[in-house]
């Protein structure tokens, strides 16, 4: 696989040549809460778990899109031969090779709708059979009682929203925050969301948050992928 200016294999990179990028996590996070939100993100591994079986990564060339030190470190270490590019399509993928991607995956910042340009991109870079993964917040969770519901929250998984009519499916990841104790979730929750956390903490009965996450898949073209079965994990 070819490499621009800014994208590099990880497998050739040390963690700290992605830092800095957009955080591999689902909204802003200020910079002193920024590890305690990483340590505490899904330490199950259930969304990487989900990942690899849609995909798969390991063993794979995968492009991943603004995915964050933490979570490139993980993917290279699980066998993925991974391009990190910070930014989006086709604006920062165009001097990437035709058809040398496995598999291209967009946490949070990408496909905030679908752009045809950026569809056209992802089946420009794909092999045959490759796999487009696009991971967004799922919503009904106690992340989104903290944060207020969200716009795209329903409108992204209805049949004739945009993903599942541009040949998307949606599997649904059910993860947690794993905090080590109740007051360390607690002093998190305040300090990031204000009197909604102070409210939240004080009904807190253990250390953790629910946190749904959606992985919307789709194979180069928009065509189906036999080796998968949408549903909930």
Same mark, same amino acid.
């Given at each position: 696989?070819?490499?621009?200016?800014?994208? @590099? @294999?990880?497998?050739?990179?040390?963690? &700290?040549?992605?830092?800095?990028?957009?955080?591999?996590?689902?909204?802003?996070?200020?910079?002193?809460?920024?590890?305690?939100?990483?340590?505490?993100?899904?330490?199950? %591994?259930?969304?990487?778990? $989900?990942?690899?079986?849609?995909?798969?990564?390991?063993?794979? /060339?995968?492009?991943?899109?603004?995915?964050?030190?933490?979570?490139?470190?993980?993917?290279?270490?699980?066998?993925?031969?991974?391009?990190?590019?910070?930014? %989006?399509?086709?604006?920062?993928?165009?001097?990437?090779?035709?058809?040398?991607? /496995?598999?291209?995956?967009?946490?949070? &910042?990408?496909?905030?709708?679908?752009?045809?340009?950026?569809?056209?991109?992802?089946?420009?870079?794909?092999?045959? +059979?490759?796999?487009?993964?696009?991971?967004?917040?799922?919503?009904? /969770?106690?992340? *989104?009682?903290?944060?207020?519901?969200?716009?795209?929250?329903? $409108?992204?998984?209805?049949?004739? %929203?945009?993903?599942?009519? +541009?040949?998307?499916?949606?599997?649904?990841?059910?993860?947690?925050?794993?905090?080590?104790?109740?007051?360390?979730?607690?002093?998190?929750?305040?300090? *990031?969301?204000? /009197?909604?956390?102070?409210?939240?903490?004080?009904?807190?009965?253990?250390?953790?948050?629910?946190? +749904?996450?959606?992985?919307?898949?789709?194979? @180069?073209?928009?065509?189906?992928?036999?080796?998968?079965?949408?549903?909930?994990?």
């Amino acid at each position: 696989m070819t490499r621009d200016a800014v994208g @590099r @294999r990880a497998g050739h990179a040390t963690p &700290s040549a992605i830092l800095g990028r957009v955080p591999d996590l689902p909204f802003a996070v200020p910079a002193p809460l920024r590890s305690t939100v990483e340590a505490a993100l899904d330490r199950e %591994g259930k969304l990487d778990r $989900a990942l690899d079986a849609l995909g798969p990564l390991a063993g794979r /060339d995968v492009v991943a899109l603004d995915p964050g030190a933490s979570r490139a470190a993980r993917w290279t270490a699980a066998g993925a031969r991974l391009t990190s590019i910070p930014g %989006g399509l086709p604006t920062d993928t165009r001097t990437l090779a035709d058809g040398n991607a /496995d598999v291209i995956v967009s946490a949070w &910042s990408g496909f905030r709708g679908i752009d045809p340009a950026e569809l056209a991109e992802a089946d420009r870079l794909l092999r045959p +059979n490759g796999r487009l993964l696009v991971i967004h917040d799922y919503g009904r /969770d106690d992340l *989104a009682t903290l944060r207020g519901d969200q716009p795209e929250y329903g $409108a992204w998984t209805r049949r004739d %929203g945009p993903f599942l009519t +541009n040949g998307f499916r949606v599997r649904v990841i059910h993860c947690f925050w794993t905090f080590d104790d109740l007051e360390t979730a607690g002093n998190l929750v305040t300090a *990031a969301f204000g /009197d909604a956390g102070r409210r939240f903490a004080a009904d807190l009965k253990r250390p953790r948050l629910s946190w +749904n996450v959606a992985v919307y898949h789709r194979s @180069r073209g928009g065509g189906t992928w036999s080796a998968t079965r949408d549903g909930e994990t």
